[in-house]
């Protein structure tokens, strides 16, 4: 079964090196968006998966449920993209399996992006995200907080902002590569 996986994972990637030489590199903002979005709809989301639109104090977002997940427990996500794209259709995928893996509900936040919403509006839908989950009586403590990249780096500025206000804070964070230097001065 190993090899068989191995092999899977070659093919994937293999694919997804395919699609990203395919085309010149995108130029525009609203290009490199579509175009982000391109390549994470390559694996559509599992036929098990059920998708439901969730619009609240001016955010957009999307809840997923897998099977046998527990509706009470959430992965509050914030997707990649350099604070510039990415978005729900991007990270579709890497969110609801993720929501599978841990048998939770998840909520995919599509926070306002740079340049037409310059800093701090991301940083203020992740508090709106975050109220609104309390406002839904779920508790913190049955809250996971997630993000890759730059959505890693909107998770632990979340927390610092809960810390700072004396709040309680989600059970755990969920950092896949997040982008900790936003000088980009580290060696790294």
């Known amino acids: ?19 990203l030489t395919s085309k010149p590199r995108s130029v525009g903002w609203d290009e490199r968006r579509a175009r982000l979005d391109e390549v994470g709809s390559v694996w559509p989301i599992a036929d098990d998966i059920r998708c439901e639109d969730a619009v609240f104090d001016g955010l957009e977002g999307e809840w997923s449920l897998a099977p046998e997940s527990d509706r009470d427990k959430v992965l509050l996500f914030f997707h990649g993209g350099g604070y510039c794209s990415g978005s729900l259709k991007s990270h579709r ?17 599509d926070y306002r992006r740079a340049p037409e919403h310059p800093f701090p509006a991301q940083h203020e839908d ?4 975050w109220r609104f989950l309390s406002r839904q009586g779920i508790a913190p403590d049955r809250i996971v907080v997630g993000g890759d990249s730059a959505g890693g780096n909107l998770t632990l500025c ?5 810390c700072a206000a004396g709040a309680r804070l989600p059970r755990c964070l969920w950092l896949v590569s997040p982008w900790t230097d936003l000088s980009m001065s580290g060696a790294t």
């Open 158 to 162: 979340l927390v610092s902002i809960l």
């Open 1 to 19: 079964m190993g090899d068989v996986d191995e092999h899977l994972d070659l093919t994937e990637i293999n694919a997804v090196r395919r699609l």
């Open 93 to 109: 995928r890497m969110v609801t399996e993720a929501g599978r893996a841990t048998g939770m509900r998840t909520l995919a936040i």
């Open 126 to 129: 992740a508090l709106t995200a």
